[in-house]
């Protein structure tokens, strides 16, 4: 068993000796390939979504070094007519960039010594192949086709580790692009290679508008295309194991899922889902990362209208973005758009391929999100999130004038998100002053169109001992109209399955002195 080429089933074995979902569903879209045209995959996805397991799967799958047919005994994999066909049929050769980038990240050669580590270990191989002085990887394989007739798949896993922790260094990025040209669209490649899977988080990187591998079919956190759900959890796949184990699904929904990759709605971070099982808690299991200080970096960008777009999300609401200028280059970020995207990627937000919008998809990322600007510049938002919380407990205690005096603050911190100028855009600064509701409440926000008011419907989450919260806002009336508009249109009876207290909250909006009023009634339960 080698290095790098037919390392064996062994690490597929440990993982599925333990509590396996079956993710087995990818092996007949990856045989559906090889030999193809189509015959070059790059799946990416943020971090923690199961890319490594992905990888291991398909190597002990592929690897002509072992028999893994008891392995894949009952999956899904097994039930495809192509399973039999490709099962243990090829030469694999298996790289972890991070491997390298944790050992050389400081050498300028880094490249050449990927070279030569899975050269050495490919002629232990094939001892029968002579290196010749000038050699490179590409040489070394095409010769042994040559020779024996046999192709290779090639998984890389974290391809673009490399160009994410070292890509400032011109001479290293152009080494490992090159290096990967030559592998996959060499004259001799598709000799070669019967297929190649790559793994990361950033799809391939272009230059100006071409990627520099534009014949890889590549499968993103925006365009996942047949790979939407194999990696990552499906609702489905939770809600079996919360039944097995016993567990909340609500609290796993609240805490990891909310990820809309494309037809999967409801797509569960992975990690944090199986972490969450075995230790029977439910918090944030994401790690200070390398990603984790870059997100604090692009968050700071002066960015027109990137500081409202990070608050608008953390209340709750989606904005637009254009995902389509950003070069796949966590060192090239030129605008909003580019930040917002990189974020995607990242795990740090949501994208909904329909509505081209993006959004914070759970508990999970917005306390991740909260902690990377408490790290930032960005003094005035961490002063909104404490403001907010005040806001929230004044409401609690009934304390009207708290509670305008708070709503006012708000509004003036904010005013520039009215520059969106749509009908919600006041309704918008009302969310943002109850942001930090989100910790404790399940949020529901309803318009009406034409009339200028928006409400905010509060139901308290589970084991939280808080009242339920109705909202009103009215413009130039009053705060007493505004409850009495509550009343009228009945909206504790959307509430009536919640069994507690109900504070109704009117608040008024004078545009002429730009101050608000608030009246608070208590319904008891």
């Known amino acids: 068993m080698g290095t790098y080429i037919n390392r064996g089933n062994s690490e597929f074995r440990d993982i599925v000796a333990h509590e396996y979902v079956d993710k087995s569903s990818l092996i007949p879209l990856v045989n559906a390939t090889l030999n193809s045209e189509n015959r070059y995959s790059c799946v990416t996805r943020c971090r923690r ?3 490594s397991m992905a990888a291991r799967m398909l190597c002990a799958y592929y690897d002509k070094s072992c028999d893994s047919r008891e392995l894949f005994r009952g999956l899904k994999a097994e039930q495809d007519k192509s399973f039999d066909t490709y099962l243990n049929k090829y030469y694999v050769i298996c790289v972890d960039m991070t491997d390298f980038t944790t050992r050389y990240r400081n050498e300028k050669k880094i490249v050449k010594i990927i070279q030569n580590k899975i050269i050495n270990d490919v002629l232990l191989e094939f001892p029968q192949i002579i290196r010749q002085e000038d050699d490179d990887l590409m040489e070394i394989l095409s010769r042994i086709s040559q020779n ?3 192709r290779f798949v090639m998984i890389i896993d974290e391809w673009d580790a490399i160009l994410r922790e070292m890509g400032t260094d011109d001479y290293i990025v152009t080494a490992y692009v090159d290096l990967l040209r030559r592998l996959f669209k060499g004259s001799n490649s598709n000799i070669v290679f019967a297929g190649a899977y790559l793994t990361g988080i950033l799809p391939i990187k272009r230059y100006n508008t071409e990627s520099a591998l534009n014949n890889f079919r590549e499968y993103t956190m925006i365009y996942p295309g047949k790979m939407a759900t194999s990696l990552g959890f499906t609702h489905n796949e939770v809600e079996e194991l919360c039944k097995k184990n016993g567990l909340d699904i609500k609290e796993m929904e609240r805490w990891y899922d909310g990820y809309s990759i494309g037809c999967e ?3 569960f971070n992975p990690y944090s889902v199986m972490r969450a099982i075995d230790e029977n808690c439910y918090r944030s299991y994401w790690t200070t990362t390398g990603a984790y200080d870059s997100v604090i970096t692009y968050i700071q960008m002066n960015y027109d209208g990137l500081k409202d777009d990070i608050i608008r999300m953390l209340a709750g609401e989606r904005v637009y973005v254009d995902t389509t200028e950003f ?4 060192h090239i970020v030129r605008s909003k758009n580019d930040v917002l995207t990189v974020l995607i990627h990242l795990g740090y937000l949501a994208y909904d391929n ?5 959004y914070m998809p759970n508990k999970e990322v917005a306390d991740e999100m909260n902690k990377a600007i408490r790290a930032t510049s960005w003094g005035p938002l961490v002063k909104t999130i404490q403001n907010s919380r005040a806001l929230l407990n004044a409401t609690i205690a009934g304390n009207e004038t708290a509670v305008a005096q708070a709503i006012d603050l708000a509004h003036d911190e904010n005013t520039s998100i009215l520059s969106y100028n749509d009908e919600n855009s006041l309704a918008c600064v009302l969310t943002v002053a109850y942001i930090w509701a989100r910790n404790e409440y399940v949020i529901h926000r309803e318009y009406a169109t ?8 509060m139901i308290p989450r589970r084991n939280v001992n808080k009242p339920a919260l109705v909202v009103e806002l009215k413009f130039n009336n009053t705060a007493d109209t505004a409850i009495d508009q509550i009343k009228r249109k009945e909206y504790p009876t959307k509430i009536a399955e919640y069994s507690g207290d109900i504070l109704l909250v009117g608040i008024n909006y004078d545009r ?13 339960s």
Do not use: P, R, W
């Not at 070069?327 to 966590?330: E, F, R, T, V």
């Open 49 to 51: 979504f199961g890319k």
């Open 148 to 150: 024996t007739g046999e």
């Open 265 to 267: 709605s409801h797509v």
């Open 327 to 330: 070069l796949n280059d966590m």
């Open 354 to 358: 329909e509505t081209q919008e993006c």
């Open 450 to 457: 034409g009339k200028g008011y928006a409400d905010l419907v």
């Open 512 to 524: 002429e002195t730009k101050k608000h009023t608030c009246k608070i009634e208590k319904q008891m």
